[in-house]
């Protein structure tokens, strides 16, 4: 009898997803197994039934390629999440059609990979016997299960060289540039990029800000005879008087989208600067994604298969540092990991004078350092990362 094993990609696309098809494949065919993927996420399980074989023939080059060679959505029949922890049950004859779908293929196992609406969806299909595993997806960085997801660092790469890009234009016009970057619920990818960037503000959903510490940072820089400033906003950021921005859609999560334009407008209203805004966007999803990501994406893809193999349905695969592990689906999306305001990044930032728009310039450096760094055992080594995965699929492959 054959083994099979079936993978889709689910959800928002971003950096990485080939490297872990490829991995899953080539993992399937040096142990035995054949490979089937299903096109268009969800979708493709249902009738009409959508897939393709997949081999390492079918496979090759794909490692480097953005986007993914089995399409993707984040609409159709298939929606378990229209909030932070708001499950919308499927309906049955989807789930029934699915269970026929994954026996009539003779499915020993079906990696489900996404984010957190995504592998909402796989849970609901454990719960109800189908053989499921995760893998994580999220240019956001946002699942606490796992201490980094692929994509992530591509999309920090794509912003800090929009930074990059933008000192230069700033700084020969002496403008305020705005740039917005994605980052719903938290703002990994505004702190990451507006450190590696040189940002001078950097706004994100876990701290409230104010417009008047924002000017502020812009009247004390050019106090200072430096005549740009360059603000880094996480498109999920609330404004001052704790609204989000962007556009209510039904029966589905808010479109976010807008906040830079808002806060551009502000800040040229009330200071009468010359201010300029970029809005990223999809940028942050496309392109070939970065040798990090596509070290990690691999790894992910080999030990998905790894626990269909073992028969450990319902966990979700994920890396912490030195060890590559797997948790409960359901755990996975339970809780959304955001940035600490108290953490290391911030307390860095602030003490390099970048403003988190929560306090005066003169006050930013203050008590930065008050909180003892302190070690963590259980924690996940982040350091040592790309070297552990690196090594992990060497051994995989060897």
Partial sequence: MSKRIGILTSGGDCPGLNAVIRGAVKTCVQLGYDCVGFLKGYEGLYAPVQYLPLTGESTKGILNQGGTILGSTNKGRFSAIRGVSDRVEIAQHLIDGVKETVRHLDLDGLICVGGDGSLAIAQQFYENGIPVVGVPKTIDNDLTATAFTFGFDSAIECATDALDRLHTTAASHERIMVLEVMGRHAGWIAL???????????????????????????????????????????????????????????????????????????????????????????????????????????????????????????????????????????????????????????QAARALGISFGDRPADELSHGVFDLKLEHVPDGPDTEGLLESTQSAVQAAFA
Wanted: net charge neutral.
């Fill in 192 to 346: 990451h990029s507006g450190i590696a960037g040189g940002g001078d503000v950097i706004l994100i959903p876990e701290i409230p800000w104010s417009y008047e510490h924002v000017c502020h940072k812009i009247l004390h820089r050019e106090s200072q005879g430096k005549k740009f400033t360059l603000v880094v906003v996480a498109e999920g950021a609330h404004l001052p008087d704790g609204a989000m921005v962007g556009e209510q859609q039904d029966g589905r999560q808010m479109k976010l989208g807008g906040i830079g334009k808002a806060v551009t407008q502000e800040i040229e209203r009330r200071l009468h600067r010359e201010t300029r805004l970029c809005v990223l966007g999809h940028l942050q999803r496309g392109g070939a994604p970065t040798t990090f990501d596509r070290v990690l994406a691999t790894q992910f893809g080999a030990h998905a298969v790894r626990l269909v193999v073992e028969g450990r349905f319902g966990e979700m695969i994920c890396s912490r540092p030195p060890e590559m592990t797997s948790v409960p689906i359901a755990e996975a999306v339970s809780k959304i990991r955001q940035v600490d305001p108290l953490g290391p990044a911030v």
